[in-house]
């Protein structure tokens, strides 16, 4: 049963970090220094999608991460 809970944790791992790293970052650190675009969008789409699937996959690998302290 451990070893099943870390294969997930590292599957779920590899996924989250590929969610994270493909979202669209928009204007980076333009923002902090007095670049800010000065309109706000909404998520469609595949962006909004990707959204998403970062969030249950966050909430997925902290779920697993309990459940391996407890096995």
């Known amino acids: 049963m451990q070893s099943l809970l870390l294969f997930i944790q590292v599957i779920l791992s590899i996924l989250l970090v590929l969610a994270i790293l493909t979202q669209n970052r ?3 650190l333009s923002a902090t220094f007095g670049g800010g675009g000065g309109f706000h969008t909404s998520k469609r789409g595949a962006e909004k999608f990707l959204a998403n699937a970062t969030i249950v996959l966050a909430v997925l690998f902290l779920a ?3 459940a391996f302290l407890f096995v």
Do not use: E, F, V
């Open 26 to 28: 928009g204007t980076g």
């Open 64 to 66: 697993n991460s309990i």
